[in-house]
């Protein structure tokens, strides 16, 4: 069975930096592509992230690019998100996701709040 | 970046009627298009890919149709469990991924 289970949320100040993890089981992650998919409170969803099955290609949107990472560890199954230089607009639940093509496996999500 | 617009916002319908999602690309994506459904307090669940596809163990009342820029997603008899959020998202170029905003499905 395919578990997705993240951590590492919490609240942190503006400016700030924060790591998220993903533990994967049921499948080897080595094996496809992950992603990092938030929502704000009584928001929608909003791509954010992407790593590719061999870790070698990434892809960010540009709300976030420059400041947060994006990272895997095949041989742990772990997938990371470092975030940096935290705004107030970042706060949300943070969604580990697997695809295919089709996001078909998600986290429980992880809240992240960015306030002082 | 691909737009994806979504309407309405909010339906309204009763248990037992039918539901119709629309879903609206800017511009095409071929068939590389799902859904998912999202309860309150829960993380979204794949309902179908490829437009028309449903996910491992989505009931039959639930399909989806379309291809190019103009999809729908429709439930034949609704369920109390169906009153949810539903979010249609492109995924025609990795990396390049895009949601619309959302349908709320609610019990009138």
């Known amino acids: 069975e395919v578990q997705l289970v993240e951590s590492g949320g919490g609240l942190v100040q503006p400016g700030g930096s924060l790591r998220l993890s993903c533990s994967a089981s049921g499948f080897a992650l080595s094996s496809a592509s992950m992603h990092w998919v938030r929502q704000a409170p009584g928001k929608g969803l909003e791509y954010v992230s992407t790593i590719s099955s061999d870790g070698f290609g990434t892809h960010y949107a540009d709300s976030v690019k420059g400041r947060f990472t994006i990272s895997k560890d095949n041989s742990k199954n772990m997938l990371y998100f470092q975030m940096s230089s935290l705004r107030p607009e970042d706060t949300a639940v943070y969604y580990c996701?697997?695809?295919?093509?089709?996001?078909?496996?998600w986290g429980q999500g992880t809240l992240v709040t960015v306030s002082s | 970046e691909i737009v994806m617009t979504q309407s309405p916002a909010t339906l309204s319908v009763s248990p037992g009627e039918r539901a119709t999602l629309s879903c609206r690309a800017s511009q095409s994506v071929s068939s590389n298009l799902a859904w998912y459904q999202q309860r309150p307090g829960q993380a979204p669940r794949l309902l179908i890919y490829?437009?028309?596809t449903r996910a491992t163990g989505i009931p039959a009342r639930f399909s989806g149709s379309g291809s190019g820029t103009e999809f729908t997603l429709t439930i034949s008899s609704l369920q109390s469990e169906d009153f949810a959020v539903y979010y249609c998202?492109?995924?025609?170029?990795?990396?390049?991924?895009?949601f619309g905003q959302g349908t709320k499905l609610e019990i009138k």
């Open positions: 490829g437009a028309s």
């Open positions: 996701v697997r695809s295919s093509y089709w996001f078909d496996y």
């Open positions: 998202q492109q995924y025609n170029s990795w990396g390049l991924y895009t």
